[in-house]
């Protein structure tokens, strides 16, 4: 049994067999090398013990940026074996966030992973000009969910980085979570698209969004999903709720992607599925030239694990495509 595979069988709390998400996540990545990751300040027990565990299970080679004697310190504090992990010494979250791009763009290492910043700081050095991490995409951020009484995976967007997005950024979101959960396994992802109703009307922007973005969709504009939207939140995870107000949708009450109007509406949606219902949501940011893991100091450690699982997977999806390119 590999490291990756023998922790699937310590979640956090005991659940029927083959109802944890996490634990597929996982023994996707088992027998995957495991990938280089600069990890940006991570000078706290949380951000640090995430790393080191990623490590541990064979899914990440950390390489830590921030400054080493508090990082050391932090390591003796929690009993963490850095062993002969990296360490770049820098001399606060700044610098860290530079340096650790910096390792990216250089090639020394193919995820970048938060410390113990502020997401902005982080994202900042991302989005910068000259950082060699900016594609054609918004970037966007991705919650993906493990609800105990949903049948699939869940995967929330944009709940962390755009505050207000435009339909055009709903667009990149979208593309984003699509092509994340293609690499994933699901072939044609179903997106629904939420607002607060599910007909078109102009006094609720985002209704008039989602039916421009499901245009978009059948005019090949987004490709690889099935798009529908409006929907209501009701209606767009339960079929007998969809039935019962007349909609016909192949996406209503099997979403793979729940697309929100806008952070706020995500943010608590994600939150209020994690604190009342006990869901787990593993976060990433996509649209840069690799994959950025978020984490938080309320995650817990499989939630943590389940943010690497998802990166390194999308690494090793690019290096395949990378691989299958002519020279």
């Known amino acids: 049994m590999t490291a990756a595979s023998s922790a699937l069988s310590l979640p956090a709390e005991p659940r029927p067999p083959g109802t944890d998400k996490y634990a597929t996540l996982l023994a996707r990545c088992a027998g995957l090398p495991p990938i280089p990751t600069a990890v940006a300040h991570p000078c ?10 990623a490590a541990s299970l064979g899914l990440i080679v950390p390489i830590l ?6 990082i050391r310190e932090v390591a003796a504090e929690q009993g963490l074996p850095l062993g002969d992990t990296v360490i770049i010494d820098t001399p606060h979250s700044h610098a860290s966030a530079a340096r650790a791009v910096e390792a990216v763009r ?10 113990s910043l502020h997401t902005d700081e982080l994202l900042h050095e991302v989005t910068a000009s000259g950082s060699g991490l900016r594609t054609g995409r918004r970037l966007s951020h991705v919650f993906a969910m493990d609800v105990p009484s949903y049948h699939k995976p869940l995967f929330i967007t944009d709940a962390a980085v755009n505050i207000f997005p435009t339909l055009n950024d709903k667009a990149d979101i979208c593309r984003n979570a699509i092509d994340l959960v293609r690499v ?5 992802p179903k997106v ?20 421009a973005l499901c245009t978009m969709s059948r005019r090949g504009q987004i490709t690889g999903a099935l798009l529908d939207g409006p929907l209501a939140f009701d209606n ?4 007998e709720a969809a039935v019962t107000k007349g909609i016909d949708s192949e996406v209503a009450g099997d979403p793979d992607i729940l697309l929100v109007p806008d952070l706020e ?34 995650d817990s450690v499989r939630a943590r694990i389940g ?17 299958a390119v002519p020279v």
Not at 277 to 283: D, L
Request: glycine share 8%; aromatic share 2%.
């Open 44 to 53: 706290d027990a949380s951000s640090l013990s995430g790393a080191m565990q």
């Open 65 to 70: 940026f921030g400054p080493q004697a508090r």
């Open 106 to 115: 250089n090639g020394e290492a193919e995820l970048l992973m938060k410390g």
């Open 184 to 188: 994933l396994g699901v072939e044609r």
């Open 192 to 211: 629904a698209i939420l607002s607060a109703v599910e007909t078109v009307t102009d006094k609720i922007p985002s209704t008039i969004d989602a039916a």
């Open 236 to 239: 767009a995870i339960s079929r």
């Open 265 to 298: 509406a995500g943010n608590m949606l994600a939150k209020q599925l994690t604190f009342l219902a006990g869901a787990e949501a593993a976060g990433i940011v996509l649209g840069a030239r690799v994959p950025i893991i978020l984490t938080s100091r309320a």
């Open 307 to 323: 943010s690497c699982a998802i990166a390194v997977l999308l690494a090793h999806a690019r290096r395949s495509a990378e691989a």
